[in-house]
C-alpha cells in the first residue's frame, strides 16, 4: 500500500489536483544567495565546489515548473562543510569538501495583504557528499585502523523502493524522499567485524571503569553547626562510595567479560558480520550476537569509505542526495517537481572527470 500510494503521486497528471489558493499570475523571481564558507575547507577545493553547486543549480532551473516561476519566491542558500563521511569535522579520516543547495519556494496568498510574506509550499534539498540523512542511527565508532573514528550505524533504513540505480529513502510519513546518487558502483555500507565491535564496547566499559569518585575536603570551619552538617554528610558520602564501588564492581566484571568474549571467539567469529538484538552487554559482560535473518537481529554497519574516492578532488561530487519536501499548503507541488525533474542530467554531473 506505501509504494502504491507513493507511484501515485508520481504518476500525477502536469496539472494540480486542486487549483492552490495563490495568486500564481504574480511576477516571480529566484534569488541565489552567495555560498557560505567554512574557514577550515582548503582554497583549492573550493572551485571544483563552486562549479559542482552551480552545475545543480542551473538542473534545477531547468525543472519546467521553476523554469518560468509564475507567483514563485524561489530562495536558493549554499551552505558546505570541510567534514568525513560520517560529516563530522574532528576526525582523522579522509575529509572532503560537503554542501548543502536549500530551495525554499514560496507564494503568495490570493488574499494576500501588502507586504505580507508568501507561504513556503515547497522546499528541496540536494546535498553534496553528504549522507547525513542516516544520522540518528549511531552506536559506537570504530577503533581498528581500518575504520578508526568510523561511525557504527545499528539497523539503518533499507530503501523504500528504487529510482533506476538509485536506492530512495522515506521519511516516516511516507511524504518526504531522499533518492541517493552515487559516483562509486559500491553498497552504502559496510559491515562491521564482530571482533571491531566488540573492541568498541570493551573501550566504552573500560572508561566507565576508570572512573574514581570525587572526594571531598573537610571545611575549613570550627563552627559546631558546620561541623554538626559535615559529620551528617559523611555519613551519607560513606553510602553513596558503597553504591559507586558496587557499581563499579558491576561494570568491572562486564568488562571482564567482554574481554573473556573476545579472547574465545575464534579467528572466522571475529571476521564474522555483527548482527545484534541489543546493542549494549548483557548483564553478564557479553554481546549476543545473532545470525542474518534471525528475527530480531539487527546489523551493525558502518558508512562505506570505498563511496569516495579519494584520487578525486575533494570538491568533486561523488554522491548526491535529493530530497523532496512537500508542505501542507501547496501538497501535490513536491510530488510534481519530482515527476519533472532532469535526473539525467544530474547523473552527468556525478560522472564528470
Known amino acids: 500500500m506505501r509504494r502504491h500510494a507513493f507511484l501515485i503521486l508520481l504518476l500525477l497528471p502536469c496539472v494540480f489536483a486542486q487549483t492552490p489558493d495563490f495568486a500564481l499570475d504574480r511576477p516571480g523571481r529566484w534569488t541565489v544567495q552567495p555560498a557560505d564558507w567554512p574557514s577550515d575547507m582548503p582554497a583549492d577545493a573550493r572551485p571544483r565546489l563552486t562549479q559542482t553547486l552551480n ?20 530562495t536558493v542558500t549554499k551552505h558546505a562543510e570541510w567534514q568525513d563521511l560520517d560529516s563530522q569535522s574532528d576526525t582523522r579520516r579522509p ?49 581498528s585502523a581500518d575504520d578508526a573514528g568510523a561511525r557504527f550505524l545499528i539497523d539503518p533504513p533499507e530503501p523504500f523502493e528504487m529510482r533506476g540505480a538509485w536506492p530512495v529513502y522515506h521519511d516516516f ?26 573492541q568498541y564496547q570493551i573501550g566504552e566499559i573500560g572508561k566507565l571503569a576508570g572512573r574514581k569518585m570525587q572526594t571531598l575536603s573537610a571545611p575549613p570551619s570550627n563552627d559546631p553547626a558546620v561541623v554538626a552538617a559535615w559529620k551528617e554528610a559523611q555519613k551519607q558520602i560513606a553510602e553513596v562510595q558503597q553504591t559507586f564501588n558496587e557499581g563499579k564492581a558491576h561494570v568491572q566484571a562486564q568488562l571482564d567479560g567482554l574481554n573473556k568474549q573476545l579472547a574465545e571467539m575464534s579467528p572466522a567469529d571475529r571476521r564474522a558480520p555483527a548482527y545484534v538484538s541489543s546493542p549494549n552487554p548483557t548483564e553478564e559482560g557479553t ?12 546489523a551493525v554497519v ?24 512537500p508542505r501542507d499548503e501547496w501538497p501535490d507541488l513536491a510530488p510534481k517537481l519530482e515527476q519533472e525533474f532532469d535526473w539525467t542530467a544530474l547523473e552527468k554531473i556525478l560522472a564528470a572527470p
Not at 55 to 74: F, S
Open 55 to 74: 552545475d545543480v543549480i542551473a538542473v534545477l532551473r531547468k525543472t519546467p515548473t521553476l523554469a518560468q516561476p509564475r507567483g514563485l519566491e524561489i
Open 95 to 143: 575529509k572532503f569538501a560537503e554542501a548543502a543547495i536549500t530551495v525554499e519556494i514560496a507564494a503568495y496568498p490570493k488574499d494576500a495583504k501588502p507586504k505580507e510574506p508568501p507561504v513556503y509550499v515547497a522546499v528541496l534539498h540536494v546535498g553534496v557528499n553528504d549522507l547525513s540523512l542516516f544520522a540518528g542511527w549511531e552506536s559506537g565508532q570504530g577503533v
Open 173 to 198: 510519513n511516507d511524504r518526504a524522499s531522499w533518492v541517493v546518487m552515487m559516483r562509486a558502483k559500491a553498497p552504502i555500507f559496510a559491515p562491521v567485524p564482530r571482533e571491531r565491535y566488540l
Open 287 to 298: 554481546i549476543e550476537f545473532q545470525q542474518r535473518g534471525d528475527s530480531d537481529a539487527k
Open 302 to 325: 558502518y558508512r562505506n569509505p570505498a563511496l569516495l574516492n579519494e584520487r578525486l578532488p575533494r570538491g568533486a561530487a561523488q554522491i548526491l542526495t535529493v530530497w523532496f519536501e
